[in-house]
């Protein structure tokens, strides 16, 4: 079975000018929303006078999108979403994971536009049965997604703070969501192509505030003596795996792309890589190389190889803090008595984390309640340990079968596209396929599966492996002819 490329009719209503001019304007506040919030963290102000008033208007704003045009609704979600944390109501970022971090509770812009976007996203569905129109199979990656967040919700019952788990739950809730919307919309290579766009715009705020910072000095967050930088998120980690999925996934896509954008990837790509060591997060960066590597092995890229390989001895000659931030892998601990270096702290609290488990062995002792339940007020580090801990033996079923989905999906995706391997679908396919192995390695030994923000982005890219082998039965679904396969592309770069 070979895959079909073919850009076919769509059976979607073109953009209105009144459509346009209102999504353009909607971007435009929201994008001022995020430079005030942003001038205001560096400043040191009160950013709730100016986020509730522009707020209030963006959301009415992304509501009246919704409604006139829900593709771009969903796409303006995905570009702004990484800016969100940014917008929170307190001072500033804290840099941790657990208690004192402002993600940890409350409804803040980030939780407010998921709530949004569920309610949209159920009318559009609703309305979508109501008109008898058919929509794709869902993938098994949704199902089991499905199922973790139900075992979220589960979890409540025996939460100690059941008003965070729930929260917690709406906002896993949101991705499922996005995850069903986006399977339904990715009908062709142009939808994915939008999608595509719309993730790596969802990079240019975040990466672009953190290399104002760096260039100013104006380091946000001092850990083991390295100043580190984590963007317009709520801490370096959660901005260093989302780094990690936009380098691999862009460098699978790389030959694809026009001289012109080709010029704009190199460039994000670069200072992606530059703002990924400015968050000194070693899971991040050991997960981005093992990922590189992957694309350039299955993609069959041996000019990348040989890029990397000269990368690394080059980062490790020039950048002698890489080679520090490892050399802290020792066994010496801190004043208070614990590790001083992450590894062996990870190791130490999870024999901390693991009895809590005994509250509630079935359903958890809730999602997000590990922090509030440790003398540290940590998260894991340790996402099948927070599984099995917070959700249960359920939610640790769901976790695994969620896991072996993500293989499924990429493993199904690169045997469809196997026969054409330099066709765009067959990069989308090694890009997702390289972002799964990554988000295992750093699964490891970070906290993935509730950083919702990168879930937001990691399901965008397991619904275009997805589509790509959905074109034939979207066609049929659409009531359109089959497509029609085109000439193997040729092979653009090594």
């Known amino acids: 079975m070979s895959t079909a490329i073919f850009r076919q009719p769509r059976a979607v209503e073109p953009m209105t000018r009144r459509t346009k001019w209102l999504f353009v304007v909607i971007s435009l506040v929201i994008l001022a929303v995020a430079v005030e919030a942003g001038i205001e963290v560096y400043l040191g102000g009160d950013k709730l006078l100016l986020i509730v008033p522009i707020g209030a208007l963006a959301g009415a704003g992304m509501v009246a999108l919704g409604l006139v045009n829900f593709e771009y609704f969903v796409f303006t979600t995905i570009a702004i979403r990484s800016t969100l944390d940014i917008t929170k109501p307190t001072a500033g970022n804290t840099g941790q994971a657990g208690v004192g971090n402002p993600t940890a509770s409350g409804l803040d812009p980030a939780g407010a536009l998921a709530i949004l976007f569920i309610l949209v996203a159920f009318f559009w569905l609703l309305t979508r049965m109501r008109e008898g129109r058919k929509s794709p199979r869902p993938s098994i990656h949704r199902v089991c997604l499905i199922l973790f967040a139900g075992a979220g919700f589960l979890s409540i019952i025996d939460s100690a703070a059941p008003s965070i788990s729930l929260l917690e739950a709406i906002r896993v809730t949101a991705v499922v969501v996005m995850l069903a919307v986006l399977e339904v919309m990715l009908t062709d290579r142009e939808m994915i192509k939008k999608l595509i766009t719309s993730i790596y715009v ?37 901005f260093a795996i989302y780094l990690t999925m936009l380098i691999v996934m862009g460098a699978a896509l790389f030959p694809h792309l026009s001289d012109k954008k080709k010029i704009g990837m190199s460039i994000l790509l670069f200072f992606s890589l530059v703002c990924l060591y400015y968050t000194f997060t070693r899971s991040a960066w050991i997960a981005t190389v093992i990922g590189l590597f992957a694309v350039a092995f299955m993609g069959r890229r041996r000019l990348m190889l040989g890029l990397m390989v000269a990368g690394i001895m080059v980062s490790l000659v020039a950048l002698p803090s890489i080679a520090g931030r490892f050399a ?35 359903t958890g002792i809730g999602l997000n309640m590990s922090s509030y339940e440790t003398s540290q007020q940590k998260e894991p580090h340790n996402d099948f340990l927070r599984a099995y801990v917070e959700t249960g033996v359920i939610g640790t079923i769901a976790y695994l079968a969620l896991l072996l989905s993500m293989i499924l999906v990429a493993r199904d995706s690169m045997r469809f596209t196997k026969r054409r391997p330099w066709s765009y679908e067959r990069s989308i396919s090694v890009g997702f396929a390289a972002c799964v192995i990554a988000f295992l390695v750093i699964s490891l030994v970070s906290n993935v599966i509730t950083e919702v923000i990168v879930l937001w982005y990691y399901v965008a890219f397991a619904a275009a492996a997805y589509a790509v082998t959905r074109y034939r039965e979207n066609a049929a679904l659409l009531g359109l002819p089959p497509p029609v396969e085109e000439p193997e592309p040729v092979r653009v770069g090594a």
């Open 328 to 362: 802290d892998l020792g066994s010496s601990t801190s004043a208070a008595g614990y590790a001083s270096n992450s590894l062996s702290w990870r190791f130490d609290y999870w024999g901390d984390v693991f009895p809590l488990a005994d509250k509630d062995p079935i």
């Open 202 to 238: 969802s990079a240019l705020i975040p990466v672009g505030y953190t290399m104002f910072e760096v260039l100013t000095h104006h380091a946000q967050f001092t850990s083991g003596g390295f100043s580190r930088f984590e963007g317009t998120f709520s801490q370096p980690n959660p």
